[in-house]
């Protein structure tokens, strides 16, 4: 094995600092690694190894051709949101097809999971909670195919057996796009009326509770589940990804209940013959867990999980492309994560400042489909350092501002309610 291929869409200072680590421990053992990415610049610091930029409209062809040229000998896909995932598969056809084995789920399971609808119905098959729902198919309204002029009112009447309000979202997309709440009838007559952009959705109850993920990563007869990551909260009115607090911890009523669900969940992996990482999306909402998505792919808290539970997602992949063993079971959590955005930037001295008082995991600007979200931070601390944290973090907002009010007060909250 001499050189690894890291397939990536986003850009990837948000896999920072265990992609980085996982790179130079590759390069210790005398392995090149390889980035090819469509979004975003990378230097020495982002990756310290081979680099390609390919256009974001590449094909999966043109993508295992560029990974081929280069002389991989093995490709790990750690892209994101689904769209990339379902890219990354189709590569792992064309290049195991040429000896260049590839951690990424197949082709066939991709292409369930990306399918909201289809992810509910194998969720619902393998006994886990999940919402209410129906399908809305975007050609039976439009009227393309078999004529079916009862279709509407089939929808109608499903709505109303499930009760308002509810949520509609795309069949096909991610991190949060595209969801509507429908608060009425007439919400939904209007969501049902035809239209040059109308989508395939998936309409379900809503769900109030508190948004929660976890990347579960290996192979089947192994499969390693990371601790789960809190992410805000579910309601009717869909919010940005990244507007509250994120965070990694002890939680003991809901970490006592997830055993099981944990234990349901690699089970279906491994019916599904997941290869890599996938990221679940739940609510925890009246002591159980209500799953929303499985998402075939690297999950936007991966940094969290790995930052709470001191291992690295990327390690682990890598060590599969080179065909060796990852522990299976759940990852122990050693602490607390917690990851918040300042919209506003951070003030240049308030970093070092910010260094020198917590741990800080990575500092970077968020950058979504080229817009600017200010800046994105990642700090761990240990159990039994809730208060020196919080004190700390009063100390230098009280001389910079920073982190700003709103999130002090969020950070006080959680870690004063935990302990």
């Known amino acids: 094995m001499r050189k690894i291929a890291f397939l990536r869409s986003v850009h990837i200072r948000r896999a920072d600092p265990y992609i980085q680590r996982a790179v130079r421990e590759l390069a210790a053992e005398g392995i090149e690694a390889g980035l090819f990415h469509t979004s975003g ?83 619902a098959q393998a006994g886990l909670h999940v919402p209410d729902g129906f399908r809305v198919d975007s050609d039976l309204l439009g009227g393309r195919g078999l004529p079916v002029p009862g279709y509407p009112d089939a ?9 308002y309000p509810l949520m509609s979202k795309p069949v096909w997309d991610s991190t949060s796009m595209g969801i509507r709440t429908l608060r009425s009838p007439a919400d939904l007559d209007a969501h049902l009326a035809p239209g040059p952009d109308r989508v395939s959705t998936v309409v379900e109850e809503v769900i109030e509770g508190d948004l ?45 209940a997830f055993a099981e669900v944990a234990r349901t969940l690699a089970g279906l992996c491994g019916d599904l013959g997941v290869h890599g990482s996938v990221n679940v999306d739940m609510i925890w909402t009246g002591g159980r867990f209500v799953v929303l998505e499985i998402n075939p792919r690297i999950g936007g808290a991966t940094t969290l999980s790995c930052a709470a ?32 955005l300042a919209g506003e930037g951070i003030p240049p001295t308030a970093l070092a400042e910010l260094g020198q008082r917590v741990g800080v995991v990575t500092a970077h600007e968020l950058v979504i489909d080229g817009a600017s979200h200010g800046d994105i931070v990642v700090f761990r601390l240990d159990e039994g350092e809730e208060e020196r944290t919080v004190e700390a973090l009063a100390e230098l907002h009280e001389a910079s501002g920073f982190p700003g009010a709103e999130v002090m007060a969020k950070i006080g909250a959680l870690l004063d309610v935990s302990r």
């Open 155 to 163: 929808l109608r009447v499903q709505a109303e057996r499930i009760g």
């Open 309 to 340: 539970s001191g291992t690295n997602t990327f390690t682990s992949l890598a060590r599969m492309a080179r065909g060796l063993p990852v522990p299976g079971g759940t990852a122990r959590r050693t602490g607390w994560a917690i990851e918040f």
């Open 212 to 256: 929660c993920s976890v990347d579960i990563v290996g192979r089947p007869g192994s499969y390693r589940v990371l601790p789960l990551c809190w992410t805000g909260r579910a309601g009717a009115d869909p919010v940005f990804t990244f507007a509250d607090l994120r965070w990694c911890g002890p939680r003991e009523a809901a970490d006592a």
């Open 41 to 123: 610049t990378a230097g020495d610091d982002d990756f310290p190894g081979h680099r390609e930029r390919l256009d974001r409209e590449v094909t999966p062809r043109e993508l295992a051709d560029a990974v081929a040229a280069w002389g991989a000998d093995a490709a790990v896909s750690i892209s994101l949101p689904c769209e990339n995932a379902l890219r990354d598969a189709a590569a792992k056809a064309f290049l195991d097809a040429v000896g260049i084995p590839t951690v990424m789920t197949p082709l066939a399971a991709t292409l369930l999971l990306v399918d909201k609808w289809e992810t509910k119905r194998l969720c």
